[in-house]
């Protein structure tokens, strides 16, 4: 694939970086060899970059290598935008077409590819299959893939762009995907997917057979038990004939007994006459003695709850009459109480006149007490100031100024003086303070035995009052028993009665008790000698055995009907089971048929299934990959010496060891490093180190696409590859993208860098500054 012309109108980064709605680009003047993208950051670089392929994606804006991970419409700006690149692959020349138009909301996008007949008329491609691009993004997707190669493999080997996933990082599956793209041998896969649904759909055959098959397993269990249940019924059956035999047998021996009983019976009607009125007679005595009981145990009840009555009577009339002395003695203690009370009343009044005068002298001896604290605190405090004054008086006849002029206007005589005439009043008013108190003083002293009198007074009145009621307690008590007093003559008479009754109650029971046991012995000898002359005349009766015979026939007959219905029974199931024995032998005749048709099913879906993994990713294509695997790793080893030296070698792993021994299959980058001697996954590498070797591999695989698979690529691309590359690397990389050319045929290589030198060293240059309008 070479880009001849490319025209790009509404796309965000030409209007940002070029400040222009549209730019196109005639690329077929352009020399072979190294062409260069220049210009600063943001002039639209990356955006011409994106663009130089037929696929409906920018790579360095996409999450993953989809078409179904990217959209134009965060790309382009205003309500059109237009992509068109003219290019060129395996001698015919194309051209893509995208339309993108949002007059509103919703916006609608248009792809078409066409190519250039002989006659120069530019017509729709269509493929073997009927396919046309007819301007959906399906149909177009699938005529580019089937020109020019899948997306995936586009942009792993020839487009290198940035933010791009590098190969280190691939998984197992990934990588056999890609490698099976590559190769050209996903037609592999697609050979293997046919195969298992070829083993799916025979699948679903085989487990309809063996459903089939099942059920028939269920009928042959299901026969072995109906010829089981066959098998015990015979037995159940021969042996309920045996048992009816044995009960017929019996049924005649009984019959025989009973006949021969039949004909003693006609002998003793007579006997059975006598035993039926001893029955009777029985039966009387029997019902008589259980009444004689009862009425005894009813009367015994009756008389010992009158007894149980009386014994209570009897103890309160006895409780009654224990009290006769205190009774009697009531009257006399009463009276005795009622004068002790009357002379206690009369201590009453005097004591409470007394205690009234001394509370009134004690509330007089109370106030003289608070006179007297006053009058105290008063004559101490005009004391205290007599004192003062007579210090201050004291000054008149030492001052200095005495005997002079200015005696009459000293302030301070002045003072003294006015002390002096205060001081004389003080002292009469001292004087008098004392004679009050010496009176009030005298008042409390003769009041001074006052509060212990009344103390005394108080404590006499409470005894006297407490003595008063005890002594009413004791007039309330006697009061009372002495009312007591005509129960005594009712209480003796009481009792008396009482303890007669008792001794009828007890001389009455002890005569019933003796009728009864009378009465119980004379029934007890009429029943011995009804049942001795039962057990007698029972000796030549034969009635009961010929009940007892005719119960024991009875239950014979219904043994033998129970046998004749089970009989009837197991002869009916077992024609219904055999009946069905022979329905599902009929069934089973064609397991073995069935059962060699699913072993033959199986034994074909397991060749299918054989064929799909053999074609798969584990197969095949492994095997195919673990091929290509060396000439790959030689090719990046051929790239890696001829531009960097002899210090790394590259070692691609296809399979991995597990802990066990046993190999997987796997995908690993090693890479050896010959200055230390020392091997590690290109992942632990550092980060221009892992550019380096990347784009090794990334050539590499171009390379052996270009020798191996035919796909006549003459472009390569690679965006800003060269950014984490010291300068001495960057010059090594730029030998390495001529050696890609050279060894691969490639004519170009379109790149960006930021690098001056590097740009300085390409074939030609795109200034894309130049560009901006």
Avoid at 322 to 337: F, H, M, Q
Avoid at 360 to 379: C, D, F, M, P, R
């Amino acid at each position: 694939m070479r880009p001849l012309k490319l025209t790009l109108e509404g796309f965000v980064g030409v209007r940002d970086g070029m400040k222009r709605d549209c730019v196109t680009l005639d690329l077929e003047s352009l020399p072979d060899g190294l062409i260069a993208l220049s210009g600063p950051n943001g002039a639209g670089k990356t955006t011409i970059m994106d663009n130089l392929h037929p696929y409906p994606i920018m790579p360095s804006r996409a999450s993953k290598l989809s078409v179904d991970a990217f959209s134009y419409w965060d790309h382009i700006c205003g309500t059109s935008a237009l992509k068109e690149l003219e290019w060129e692959h395996d001698g015919i020349r194309y051209r893509s077409s995208f339309t993108f138009r949002k007059p509103g909301k919703t916006g609608k996008a248009e792809y078409y590819l066409a190519y250039r007949g002989v006659d120069n008329t530019w017509r729709p491609v269509s493929l073997p299959d009927g396919t046309v691009s007819d301007g959906k993004a399906e149909s177009y997707n699938r005529c580019v893939e089937a020109i020019n190669g899948s997306l995936e493999t586009f942009f792993t080997s020839v487009f290198s762009a940035q933010n791009r996933r590098p190969l280190a990082s691939y998984g197992a599956g990934e990588i056999k995907m890609l490698l099976a793209e590559l190769l050209g041998i996903e037609h592999l896969k697609a050979l293997s997917v046919k195969a298992g649904d070829v083993a799916k759909v025979l699948g679903k055959s085989l487990d309809s057979i063996q459903s089939e098959l099942v059920a028939l397993a269920g009928k042959r269990q299901r026969k072995a038990e109906v010829e089981r249940s066959i098998a015990a019924q015979s037995a159940a059956l021969s042996m309920a004939r045996a048992q009816r035999e044995d009960g017929l047998s019996q049924a005649g021996k009984l019959t025989q007994e009973r006949a021969t009983l039949a004909a003693k019976q006609s002998e003793s009607a007579s006997v059975e006459a006598r035993l039926r009125e001893l029955g009777v007679r029985r039966a009387e005595l029997t019902k008589a003695m259980g009444t004689a009981a009862e009425d005894e145990r009813v009367a015994g009840a009756r008389n010992q709850q009158r007894l149980t009555a009386l014994n209570r009577t009897i103890a309160t009339h006895q409780a009654t009459l224990a009290s006769r002395e205190a009774i009697l003695g009531a009257a006399t203690k009463r009276e005795e109480a009622e004068l002790a009370i009357a002379r206690e009343d009369a201590k009453i009044a005097p004591l409470q006149r007394e205690i009234v005068e001394l509370e009134a002298k004690q509330a007089t001896l109370n106030a003289l007490n608070v006179t007297l604290a006053t009058l105290q605190s008063e004559g101490g405090a005009k004391k205290a100031h007599l004192g003062v004054l007579n210090k201050q008086a004291a000054v008149v006849d030492q001052v200095p100024c005495v005997g002079h002029a200015m005696h009459a206007t000293c302030p301070l005589l002045s003072q003294a003086l006015h002390a002096k005439q205060q001081a004389a009043t003080y002292v009469v008013s001292v004087t008098d303070l004392r004679e009050k108190y010496r009176a009030k003083l005298k008042d409390a002293n003769e009041l001074g035995a006052t509060p212990a009198n009344l103390a005394a007074k108080r404590v006499e009145m409470l005894a006297i009052t407490d003595e008063l009621a005890k002594l009413r307690r004791a007039l309330q008590a006697a009061t009372e028993l002495a009312a007591s007093k005509p129960l005594l003559d009712a209480a003796t008479s009481g009792l008396e009665a009482a303890q007669a009754e008792c001794r009828s109650i007890a001389e009455e029971g002890a005569a019933r008790t003796a009728k009864f046991e009378s009465e119980k012995i004379r029934m007890s000898a009429d029943l011995a000698r009804i049942a001795e002359e039962a057990m007698r005349l029972a000796a030549v009766d034969v009635t009961a055995a010929i009940a007892k015979l005719d119960r024991d026939l009875a239950g014979n007959r219904e043994v033998l009907a129970s046998l004749e219905g089970r009989i009837e029974a197991l002869i009916r199931s077992q024609s219904v089971l055999q009946a069905e024995g022979e329905s599902l032998a009929v069934e089973l005749e064609k397991f073995s048929a069935t059962q060699s048709r699913a072993d033959r099913l199986s034994d074909e879906i397991a060749r299918w299934k054989l064929l799909a993994k053999a074609l798969g990713n584990d197969g095949v294509i492994a095997l195919t990959i673990d091929d290509a695997g060396p000439a790959l790793t030689h090719m990046v080893n051929e790239l890696l010496l001829a531009c960097y030296g002899m210090r790394f070698t590259v070692e691609i792993r296809t399979q991995r060891a597990l802990a066990t021994g046993e190999l997987r299959e796997g995908f690993e980058i090693i890479v050896h490093d010959a200055d230390t001697d020392s091997s590690k996954s290109v992942s632990v590498m550092s980060g221009g180190q892992k550019v380096w070797i990347n784009e090794c591999l990334t050539r590499g695989i171009a390379l052996y696409l270009a020798q191996n698979t035919g796909q006549p690529y003459q472009t390569l691309f690679s965006d800003e590859s060269d950014g984490p590359l010291d300068p001495q690397r960057k010059v090594q990389f730029m030998s390495m993208k001529r050696e890609v050319l050279r060894q691969g045929g490639y004519q170009r290589e379109f790149f960006i860098s930021q690098t001056p030198e590097l740009v300085a060293e390409a074939d030609a240059v795109i200034d894309v500054q130049a560009l901006v309008a």
